[in-house]
């Protein structure tokens, strides 16, 4: 009985949604214009207009996305800190094949997330999706050769300070323009040539570091998964 | 069939999620109910201002040639970063309900936890009586 009452109130509500999401829907025929888009481009220097919406127009909802990404890394810490680790994490073994092929294939994952990275601006990609990309070769690596060694390599490398400087160093950049009398969330370094590397510095600038963090953070959660439930 | 594009399909999707958050009891089947749910307005955002003739948003483009709309894919990416954060956090919290009541079922852990309250109730009552008993007493 419970259960059909809640079919029921549940096929309404999703009906309702789409009623009201279909009677409100109107779309413009006419798309953008590509002037206004062009001009974006050219403000940025950048030539992919998502990365130049992301990172230059709307730089402020990228802000608190990874303000977001931040606090919920910190959740995830917080709250399984408290539980009883797992002494030694369990890997289940893993055949020689996996093994063998996670060496060839990490400097390929790390490359590809580097070039995904560094020419966000310019081609598919950027830092988000840089991030998690390297975040899985990390994983893959860590069914190879187990979770300590990978973790005591990256902890060697202070990336647990980095987990907290990043949105720092994020905020500054975007803060930073005031300081020499611009608009906040300006473009401080000057557009070079269109369609190459450095053609918009500052969009390559916050494309690294919000791939670092992205990097770093998503290695902290499956660490932290993986520490306190024992198993990978 | 050109109704079934990618409106519609998104909100037959988000109809799929919204029945399986309200009706399955089970928490983890309910966190991927809130990512189809997500997966669907993705959908929607993205194909509700699709053009056939459009491009992909990325310069130079030859000339007389529609660009797509980059503001709905720029609001993607948070969309998508944003319900990481959301699944890494809730699972957390399911990992914690699940090591303390020994199930999934949110029925059976709302009611462990009305039992709970009601013995902690009962006994807060008692030593609060027991303590006014004491101070009464001589």
């Known amino acids: 009985m419970k259960r059909t009452i809640r079919t029921i109130l549940a096929l309404l509500v999703s009906m309702l949604v789409c009623c009201v999401v279909l009677l409100d829907l109107v779309v413009p025929e006419a798309p953008p214009r590509p002037d206004d888009t062009i001009l974006l481009a050219e403000r940025t220097g950048a030539s992919n207009l998502v990365a130049a919406v992301y990172l230059g127009a709307r730089l402020y909802d990228t802000l608190f996305e990874v303000l977001v990404f931040t606090v919920a890394v910190i959740g995830v810490r917080f709250y399984l800190s408290h539980r009883p680790s797992t002494a030694r994490p369990v890997p289940i073994p893993e055949s020689h094949v996996i093994q063998a092929s996670a060496q060839i294939l990490l400097p390929l994952i790390l490359v590809l997330g580097l070039y995904l990275t560094f020419f966000g601006h310019l081609s598919p990609g950027g830092g988000f999706s840089g991030g998690v990309v390297a975040a899985s070769g990390l994983l893959l690596c860590v069914m190879s050769i187990g979770l300590d060694t990978v973790y005591k390599r990256l902890s060697g490398a202070g990336i647990e300070r980095l987990e907290w400087g990043l949105p720092m160093m994020i905020v500054a950049v975007c803060v930073l323009p005031t300081a020499f009398s611009r608009p906040i969330l300006s473009n401080l370094l000057p557009i070079g040539e269109a369609g190459q590397v450095f053609g918009s510095p500052s969009i390559l600038l916050l494309n690294a570091l919000v791939g670092l963090k992205v990097l770093i953070g998503s290695w902290m959660v499956l660490y932290t998964f993986i520490r306190h439930r024992g198993e990978i | ?138």
């Open chain 2, 1 to 138: 069939m050109a109704w079934i594009n990618g409106t519609t399909i998104a909100m037959v999707l988000f109809a799929i999620g919204a029945t399986a958050l309200i009706v399955r009891r089970d928490l983890v089947i309910k966190l991927l109910a809130l990512g189809l749910i997500n997966s669907s307005g993705i959908l929607f955002l993205i194909s509700v201002r699709f053009h056939p003739q459009m491009t992909v948003p990325i310069l130079p483009v030859p000339d007389g040639v529609l660009i797509a709309d980059p503001l709905p894919q720029a609001l993607v990416l948070s969309a998508i970063v944003i319900n990481f954060a959301i699944l890494a956090l809730s699972l957390v919290f399911v990992m914690l309900l699940v090591e303390r009541y020994h199930s999934t079922d949110c029925e059976r852990i709302e009611h462990a936890v009305e039992t709970e309250k009601a013995t902690l109730g009962s006994q807060n009552l008692a030593t609060i009586s027991g303590s006014d008993e004491t101070e009464g007493r001589p």
